[in-house]
């Protein structure tokens, strides 16, 4: 047995998003196919909850809208450098108090060695953001992340309406809440609550306007203490 969250849209309560723990049977391994069982086995433990539909928002997802959702498929646009996934403009774009922005990391060949350069983890405390000159606090911790993947998918905001207010939540098989922080499934999430309060203009005006919007609320998405200190993940 393992547990994984499911993240649920809650536009009118003021934490935004809720993120519920649900058991489920685990599949060992690494193989594409031993994911998707995961990611089955979990939507069907969530249903049994009364969570239902979910969408699997990763490469993983059997659902094409979730593959396009994913981090590592989702594209934003830099002024400078045009296009590029959401994985390599937040890992480029991390300042630590010993170096960063890694800007080379923008451009790299695959986006999984952005995420694994050695110097994300070697260059001391994470202190910040900066993409495009603009400098984005680190608190709340997910917020860099989520105005990344909310920006990225603003442009398709009438789409979305038509093509995720019919999911009841959203999952990321990959994500362990004991290992790292963001998680696109919970930025998914809190897109939703945005869309169906009408505030999603608002929130992607500028990133002022967005920290102001997060903040002004309970949106503290959860995290242990060994997350604390692993706040570079």
């Not at 405390?125 to 000159?133: I, P």
């Not at 959203?170 to 939703?192: G, H, K, M, W, Y």
Request: aromatic share 12%.
């Amino acid at each position: 047995m393992a547990e994984r969250p499911i993240f649920i849209p809650v536009p009118d309560s003021p934490e935004l998003v809720r993120q519920i723990s649900i058991r489920l049977v685990w599949h060992p391994g690494f193989a594409a196919s031993q994911k998707k069982k995961n990611v089955q086995e979990l939507h069907a433990a969530a249903a049994r909850a009364g969570y239902a539909p979910l969408l699997e928002v990763s490469t993983k997802s059997d659902e094409l809208v979730g593959q396009r959702l994913s981090a590592f498929n989702l594209k934003i646009r830099s002024t400078s450098l045009g296009l590029m996934p959401i994985e390599k403009a937040f890992q480029g774009s991390k300042v630590f108090e010993n170096g960063g922005p890694f800007t080379d990391l923008y451009t790299v060949d695959d986006v999984r060695d952005a995420k694994r350069d050695v110097r994300l983890r070697q260059s001391g405390l994470l202190t910040g953001f900066k993409f495009d000159n603009v400098w984005f606090r680190p608190e709340p911790k997910t917020a860099f992340y989520d105005w990344l993947y909310i920006t990225a998918l603003y442009e398709h905001r009438d789409w979305l309406r038509r093509n995720l207010l019919k999911y009841s939540g959203f999952t990321d098989i990959e994500f362990n809440p004991d290992r790292s922080i963001n998680c696109q499934a919970r930025s998914c999430a809190l897109l939703v609550t945005l869309l169906k309060n009408e505030w999603l203009d608002e929130a992607v005006s500028s990133p002022e306007a967005f920290w102001n919007l997060l903040s002004s609320r309970e949106y503290c998405p959860g995290h242990s203490r060994r997350q604390e200190a692993m706040f570079r993940a």
